[in-house]
């Protein structure tokens, strides 16, 4: 962190603001001193340093990172990629391409448990499905609450794939416990209070993107969960807010390999949620795998027109099929 003084600060103030800088939080200072003004740089672990308290001096002109303010989740700090074990033959993260499948809200029994015996002979390795939905309006459909993570919990049991699906309040996590990953949606993405007491499970964790969040305040979600405890968390991009109305979000595709250089955490994209179209679920999924998405959460609907939410961005069954074929042949490519 470089901290440039004003030109009016007399040593004694110096000598203060320095000592409080060491003593707070324990690092080094090398000074440079100019001919208008001083120039302070701070040396050590500097992610707990409180850069507005450092602004807020009266003897501070600016001040700037030079370190990324998030420690667990750099890849600075932890240089080998993450792999997270989800079950016995899922893990996340070690080079193999993962796709979570299923419709976005569970809908009744034989719809949960048909749609995953179905992206289970497609290639499909993990089951989606919301029970508790966040919706834009009050009046759209909630989900089937305790009933939905009941389905689930069946269609897990009748294909042996583990199940992601959406926690939306803190007092839910015992609810949660046995869901192989519980999702954190885009509109929760700083619910901090939810972040800090999800960091106190071992649940592995999909964190998406907040609507209009940069990659740092995404990475800084991260360290919320991880700063408890919980290392086991996948980034999920979305698709963020941009001028663009014809898309549904926009699909941040450099968001891959840019989380790829600043973390070693997985990241999965969900090319649904970012189309807002079923026919663009195919080239933005194939884009992903190209730029080295280490998974897909993809919306599949039995019959999407009468679907329950998110009919038009839902592929069906057959859809599916031939999309997550070509996903695998593509992975299979540029592994060879
Ligand atoms: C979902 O996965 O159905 C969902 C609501 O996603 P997001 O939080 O990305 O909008
Ligand atoms: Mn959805």
Not at 45 to 56: G, H, L, M, S
Not at 307 to 329: E, I, M, N, R, Y
Request: aromatic fraction near 6%; charged fraction near 25%.
């Amino acid at each position: 962190m470089i901290i440039v003084l004003k030109p009016t600060t007399t040593p004694e103030q110096l000598a203060v603001f320095s000592d409080k800088l060491k003593t707070d939080y324990d690092v080094r200072i090398n000074r440079w001193d100019g001919v208008h003004s001083t120039v302070l740089g701070l040396i050590g672990d500097t992610t707990q340093v409180d850069i507005e308290y450092i602004e807020a001096q009266d003897i501070v002109e600016s001040v700037k990172r030079v370190q990324e303010p998030y420690k667990k989740a750099n890849r600075k700090f932890h240089p080998e990629n993450t792999a997270i074990k989800i079950s016995d033959t899922v893990t996340i993260g070690d080079g193999s391409l993962h796709i979570m499948a299923g419709p976005c809200s569970v809908e009744s029994e034989q719809q949960i448990v048909g749609i995953a015996k179905s992206v289970q002979r497609s290639g499909a390795t993990l089951l989606r499905g919301g029970a508790f939905k966040p919706r834009t309006s009050p009046y759209a459909f909630q989900g089937l609450k305790a009933e939905g993570l009941d389905l689930l919990k069946i269609a897990r049991k009748a294909t042996g794939l583990p199940i992601v699906t959406e926690i939306m309040r803190v007092s839910h996590i015992d609810m949660f416990e046995n869901v192989d990953i519980i999702q954190v949606g885009a509109r929760n993405m700083q619910n901090f209070e939810l972040l800090k007491e999800l960091g106190k499970t071992n649940k592995p964790i999909l964190l998406k993107r907040g609507l209009s969040a940069t990659i740092e305040e995404w990475l800084m979600s991260a360290e919320y969960i991880m700063a408890g405890g919980n290392d086991k968390v996948m980034l999920c991009e979305r698709g963020i807010r941009t001028y663009e109305t014809f898309t549904r979000n926009t699909l941040d595709i450099a968001a891959i390999p840019v989380i790829k250089k600043l973390s070693h955490l997985p990241v999965i994209i969900d090319p649904s949620h970012a189309a807002g179209k079923s026919w663009l679920v195919e080239p933005l999924a194939m884009a992903a795998v190209a730029a080295g998405a280490d998974g897909l959460i993809i919306e599949v609907h039995n019959d999407p027109p009468h679907a329950w939410s998110d009919g038009a961005q839902s592929l069906t069954p057959a859809q599916f099929d031939s999309v997550a074929h070509k996903l695998f042949s593509l992975k299979k490519a540029l592994s060879e």
